[in-house]
């Protein structure tokens, strides 16, 4: 079950939020690169 951990896809750190954004936005994202793929989408 590799997605149930906290490990950011993007910067590889480990955060709380990287499983709540997963939820929210159905990516593996913590929230400071959260922020940065909300401003600059791919
Ligand atoms: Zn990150």
């Known amino acids: 079950m ?4 906290d490990i950011c896809d993007e910067c590889k750190g480990e955060d709380e939020s990287v499983t709540q954004n997963l939820i929210l936005i159905g990516f593996k994202l913590c929230k400071s690169c959260r922020i940065s793929k909300t401003i600059f989408p791919i």
Request: without cysteine; glycine residues 0%; neutral net charge.
């Open 2 to 5: 590799r997605d149930l951990n």
